[in-house]
């Protein structure tokens, strides 16, 4: 029998209301959804010119950024990429990263290896200032 789970990404409970960060952005984390046992995947809606309050990194798992719509700048420690439809960024587990949503906001999918669940991240409100 084949093993296998489906779960539609803007059905996944919208995280973003939790840490008062809605309607800003909408983050939506589907390792549990979907019995991930090694990695994780997220989606991510950022409203127009929103800047996240926040930089993140993590102590063991690196991450993968798509870009699916809109425009997006990340703040890598000191550098800022600007980013279009259908890039993808890796970024390493200890680089401290931050996004902000260009005019049209953006929409993201957020890969991450290995799956370490929850406290893994660090992160540091006014980062990206």
Do not use: C
Request: proline share 6%.
């Amino acid at each position: 029998m084949a093993d296998y789970t489906v779960v539609n990404l803007k059905e996944v409970e919208d995280q973003a209301p939790k840490f008062g960060l809605s309607p800003q952005l909408e983050m939506r984390m589907a390792r549990v959804a979907l019995g991930l046992e090694n990695s994780g995947i997220s989606y991510q809606r950022i409203a127009p010119d929103f800047r996240l309050p926040f930089g993140h990194k993590h102590k063991n798992q690196e991450e993968i950024y798509v870009l699916l719509g809109g425009s997006v700048r990340i703040k890598l420690e000191d550098e800022v990429v600007d980013l279009k439809p259908f890039d993808a960024v890796r970024v390493a587990k200890d680089t401290m990263r931050g996004f902000e949503a260009g005019p049209e906001g953006a929409e993201l999918i957020a890969i991450g290896a290995p799956n370490t669940g929850p406290g893994d991240g660090d992160t540091v409100q006014g980062w990206w200032s």
